[in-house]
């Protein structure tokens, strides 16, 4: 069964090489690789003798969401099976990716719920638990963490959302739909430390954004009684 990990990254290179080294100390040839390079100041290039590496250098920077959704469909045309996503400042240790992959044998999608291991803004907490929050009361689920960017999907669940248009921080939008397709799905705890190096994007202002453009797109689907 063909499986596909997904790292988006933007001018994050550093990091990345330093995850790949990680990559290849826990696993051999278990799963091929798909990079985009969203728009960075410098394209990315790396050996071609590593036949599972894929890298794509978009000439923009479309965002996280343009970027999942054209992994998404990577994906179903080279028929993969599985997928799963992380972030390429070495938030996310890559020791959880086999435990994503095996956990789609019996599920549709997995989600992330993390334990953050360093500190954070005081903004950028309140910002993702007030989502959390609105979401949940909404929607009636229970849910602690929406805006996770390591996930896992099987293709039934990249076939539902596939042509959907992503906002910019598309977590709590995939986790809607696919919920409200009713497929099944588990969670995985996992462990956040600090970025490799250089800063989040998510500061006060980026976390005021991601707050926004969440929220809206949240009181939209309801007012349109849609998920997509």
Known sequence: MKNLLFIPCYNDEKSLRKLLIEIGNLYQSSFDILIINDGSDQELYFSKKNKSLKIINLKNNYGIG??????????????????????????HHPKYIKDIFKMLDLNDFILGDRKILFKQSYFKIASKKMINLIINKLFGLKIDDYNCGM??????????????HFINYP??????KLLKNKLKYSIIKINQ????????????????????????FVLNRILNNSYD
């Open 66 to 91: 343009f970027c999942l959704k054209f992994a998404i469909k990577y994906a179903l045309k080279n028929n993969y099976k599985k997928f799963c996503r992380i972030d390429s400042d070495g938030e």
């Open 171 to 176: 977590e709590p939008q995939i986790i809607l």
């Open 193 to 216: 430390r600090n970025r490799f190096s250089g800063n989040s994007s998510i500061n006060f202002f980026g976390g005021l954004d991601f707050f926004l453009i969440t929220l809206f």
């Open 151 to 164: 996930m896992g999907l099987k293709v039934n669940a990249m076939k539902k959302i596939k042509n959907d």
